[in-house]
C-alpha cells in the first residue's frame, strides 16, 4: 500500500494540461492505479486525478458507497477512467458546494451541468460509455478539470459561498479536510 502525497493549490503541477495514456494493461499503470486508490482512501475522498499525485496523465479514479466527505451524496460506482470525453446532455446547470483534496479544508458553490455523457477506457483500454446525473456528473467534471490544470476555485462565480469546511459544515470530521 502506498499513499502518495497529494499536491495542493499553488502547485504550477496542477496547472497543466494532461498527457493522455498510450500504453494500457502494464504493470506501471497498474502501480499507479493502485498508488492512487490507496490515496483517495486514506483521504476519505470521492475521486482523484493523477495529476494530484504529480503525475501528468489523463487518469482519474473516482466512487464509493457512501462518503465521509459528502455524507448526503448517492451511491457512485468504483471507476478507473482514463482518455475521457465529456459531453453535457443539456443545458442545465446545478449549483452545489464541491470541496478537493488539493484544497483542503475549504468549500465553494460551483455550478456544473446536471446530466452528463461521459466516454473513456479503463486501465485494460476497455471502453467506458456512460451517462451521469447529479453527483456523479458533479464528481466526473470534477475530476476530468483536474486533466485541464482547473481548480473548482477557478470555477467559482459567487466567492459570498467559499468558505472554510470548519466553519460552514461544523458536522462534518475536521479530519476528512486536512
Ligand atoms: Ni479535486
Redesign the pocket.
Known sequence: MTVREILKMGDPRLLRVAEPVREFGTAELDALIADMFDTMHAAN?A???AP?IGVNLQLVIYGFKDNQRYPEAPPVPETVLINPVLTPLSEEMDEQF??????PGLRGVVARYTQLHYEGVDQHGEPIVRDAEGFHARVVQ??V??LLGI??PMRITDFSRFGYTSVMFPELDPDDDE
Open positions: 475522498g475521486g482523484l486525478a494530484q464541491e470541496g478537493c483534496l488539493s484544497v470534477h475530476e478539470d483536474h481548480l473548482y
